[in-house]
């Protein structure tokens, strides 16, 4: 199901072909650099995680880590989306992307596209939870009009909780 798109991007919901774009955006080190978790070794883990966290959240919430297809080449290149956070009681914006495509302005483009459709799934405000140091990710978090709300906590990390009314 496509959710939006833009000149350059599709997102859409995840599908059982995409699991080796899960397993790829989970085991590159480079990708995970601010991300807590050690890295996938396998593609039974990104299995899992496709039935497990990606599908349920679909089910059980309308919502969830959508893909991001480049149009170009057809290829997922990185996530983008909203997840509920239990222990914030609010959903946050979340985004990861191959390196190869870092710095082209993908990921303000992708989140500007999946915020304007979170009302639809009767989201009011978003949260962006990212760890110290991770500037990239903080300077997407501002270009899609999120402002720094505080310094907290999570997974046991440092984080700046950025957050939009929307």
């Known amino acids: 199901m496509i959710i939006a798109q833009t000149d350059r991007l599709i997102l859409r919901h995840f599908e059982a072909k995409d699991i080796e774009a899960i397993f790829l955006l989970n085991s590159i080190p ?68 191959l390196p190869e495509y870092w710095g082209q302005g993908i990921g303000s483009e992708a989140g500007l596209a999946a915020l304007s459709r979170f009302k639809e799934h009767g989201i009011d405000e978003a949260i962006a939870l990212i760890l110290i140091g991770n500037k990239g990710s903080e300077g997407v978090a501002q270009k899609v009009g999120m402002s720094l709300r505080e310094r907290n906590k999570f997974m046991g990390h440092k984080v700046n909780v950025y957050h939009k009314v929307l």
């Open 30 to 97: 480079e990708v995970l650099t601010y991300i807590p978790g050690e890295p996938m070794t396998s593609l039974s883990q990104a299995q899992q995680i496709f039935e497990n966290v990606v599908l349920k959240s679909y089910q059980e919430r309308g919502y969830g880590r959508w893909a991001v297809e480049h149009k170009f080449d057809g290829k997922v290149i990185g996530f983008c989306g909203p997840t509920y956070i239990k222990e914030y009681d609010e959903v946050e914006l979340g985004y990861r992307y």
